[in-house]
C-alpha cells in the first residue's frame, strides 16, 4: 500500500489550497480515507474522514471551510481547503483504514502566513 500526497505549500491567510492523495496497492473504493494534521510541538488530529460510502466527517476547527472528496476511479482523496487560518499550518497526511489500521502517506506541508 503507498500513498502519496501532494499540493501543499506557502499560502497567505484566506486563502485556499486543494491537497492530493493518490493511493495504490489496495482496494481503493472499498476503503475509508482520511487526512491528519501534525503541527509543531502538538499532536497528530484527525481533519476529515470520508467512507466508502461517501459519509463525510470533519474536526471542529475546520467545518464549513474544508471538504473531503474521493474519485474512485483514478485512486484519489482530496482535501480542498478554503479561509485558511494562521492555526491550520501543519504537515498534513492522508490516510487509508486498512482493516482498523491507518496506513500514513509521507505527508505534505502547509504553511498560511498572517
Given at each position: ?11 497567505q ?69 478554503n ?32
Amino acid at each position: 500500500v503507498k500513498l502519496v500526497e501532494s499540493g501543499g505549500g506557502l499560502v497567505q491567510a484566506g486563502g485556499s489550497l486543494r491537497l492530493s492523495c493518490a493511493a495504490s496497492g489496495l482496494s481503493f473504493d472499498a476503503k475509508a480515507l482520511g487526512w491528519h494534521r501534525q503541527a509543531p510541538g502538538n499532536q497528530r488530529e484527525l481533519v476529515a474522514s470520508i467512507t466508502s460510502g461517501g459519509t463525510r466527517t470533519y474536526a471542529d476547527s475546520v467545518k464549513g471551510r474544508f471538504t473531503i472528496s474521493r474519485d474512485n476511479a483514478k485512486n484519489i482523496t482530496y482535501l480542498q481547503m478554503n479561509n485558511l487560518k494562521p492555526e491550520d499550518t501543519a504537515v498534513y497526511y492522508c490516510y487509508a483504514d486498512l482493516a482498523g489500521f491507518h496506513r500514513f502517506g509521507q505527508g505534505t506541508q502547509v504553511t498560511v502566513s498572517s
